[in-house]
C-alpha cells in the first residue's frame, strides 16, 4: 500500500507533467472514486482546470489549480497515476484518464478501488486535510517534541499510535516496522511509557526509513507503480519488513513476526525489547 516514500515519488515524477498544464477532458469510469458525488459530474468540473501545482500531504496527493480549488488523490491500496507509455494501452484497472492540454495524458489506473478522487472548492482544502493529516515527518519544522506531544497521550501500542496519520502523516505498516527496529523499540510498547531518548529515537528512525524509502523511489510489494510504469525498488533494503526468519543486520537474531493492530508487524525480538 502507498505510503509517504510512494506518494511523494509520484508527486516528484508527475508535477513537471502536470504544472502548468490545463486538463482539456477527463473521463472517469468509476463511481467509486468520487463517491458520494456522480463521477460524471467531476469529470465536467475539472474540464478546463489549469494546474498551479502538485503538492503532498501525508498519504494525499494534491493537484492544485489556478483557480484555487484542488483534487485531492488518495491512491490507498493499489491506486497508480500512470503517463507517456504507463498511461497508453488497454488496461482493463484503468478509472480515470486526463488529456492535457500538450495532447498527452494522464491515467489513473485501481487494481482494487479503494483510492479517491475528492474535488474541493478553495475555502475547503486546508481544512480537510489538517483534520485528517497530523505534522509532516520530513518538514524541517517536525521536532521530536512534536512526537512526544502526540504520544504522550496514547496509551496504545507504539506501532499502533505511528499508523494514526494525525500522529504523524503519511507512516504506514511498512514505514512503521522499519522506523521502530532504527529506534530500537519493541512495537508493542505503550505510546505514552517511552522515555525521552526513545521518543527522540523514533522520530528519527521514522524520517531516516522514509528517506531511505524515498531514496529508492518507494517500494514495489505488488501494484504500487511510478508513473512510467517502472517499480520502486526500496524492498530490497528493508531492515524488518517483510523479513521474517532472517537474521537482522544488527545482532543476526532472526526477525519475528507478530500481530499489532491487526497489522503483520515485524521486529527484531534481540534489539527491540519488550
Ligand atoms: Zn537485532
Known amino acids: 500500500m502507498p505510503e509517504l516514500p510512494e506518494v511523494e515519488t509520484v508527486r516528484r515524477r508527475i508535477a513537471p507533467v502536470l504544472e502548468g498544464r ?17 463521477q460524471e459530474e467531476v469529470a465536467r468540473e475539472l474540464e478546463g482546470e489549469r494546474v498551479s501545482a502538485v503538492h503532498r500531504r501525508g498519504k494525499y496527493l494534491i493537484v492544485r489549480f489556478e483557480s484555487g480549488r484542488a483534487l485531492l488523490i488518495h491512491l490507498r491500496m493499489t491506486g497508480s497515476v500512470l503517463h507517456g507509455a504507463g498511461a497508453e494501452g488497454d488496461d482493463p484497472h484503468r478509472r480515470a484518464v486526463i488529456e492535457l492540454d500538450d495532447g498527452s495524458r494522464v491515467a489513473y489506473r485501481d487494481v482494487r478501488r479503494f483510492g479517491t478522487w475528492l474535488l474541493l472548492e478553495p475555502d475547503e482544502v486546508e481544512a480537510y486535510v489538517d483534520a485528517r493529516v497530523g505534522r509532516e515527518p520530513l518538514g524541517p519544522a517536525y521536532k521530536s517534541r512534536h512526537l512526544a506531544e502526540s504520544l504522550a ?15 504523524v502523516a503519511g507512516v504506514g505498516n511498512i514505514y512503521a516496522d522499519e522506523a521502530l527496529w532504527r529506534a530500537r523499540v519493541h512495537p508493542l510498547r505503550p505510546a505514552n511509557e517511552l522515555d525521552a531518548d526513545e521518543v527522540k529515537a523514533v522520530h528519527q528512525g521514522v524520517r531516516r526509513s522514509l528517506e531511505a524509502g524515498i531514496r529508492r523511489q518507494g517500494s514495489t510489494l505488488r501494484d ?9 525498488s526500496a524492498q530490497e533494503r528493508f531492515k524488518v519488513y517483510g523479513r521474517a526468519g532472517l537474521p537482522c543486520e544488527r545482532c543476526s537474531t532472526p526477525i519475528d513476526k507478530i500481530r499489532v493492530a491487526g497489522r503483520g508487524t515485524w521486529y527484531c525480538p534481540s534489539c527491540q525489547r519488550l
Open 224 to 232: 504500487y507503480r511510478l508513473p512510467d510504469g517502472s517499480s520502486g
Open 22 to 38: 490545463r486538463f482539456e477532458s477527463v473521463t472517469i469510469d468509476d463511481p467509486r472514486l468520487t463517491r458520494p458525488e456522480d
Open 153 to 167: 497521550k496514547r496509551r496504545a501500542p507504539i506501532k499502533a499510535a505511528l499508523l494514526d496519520q494525525r500522529t
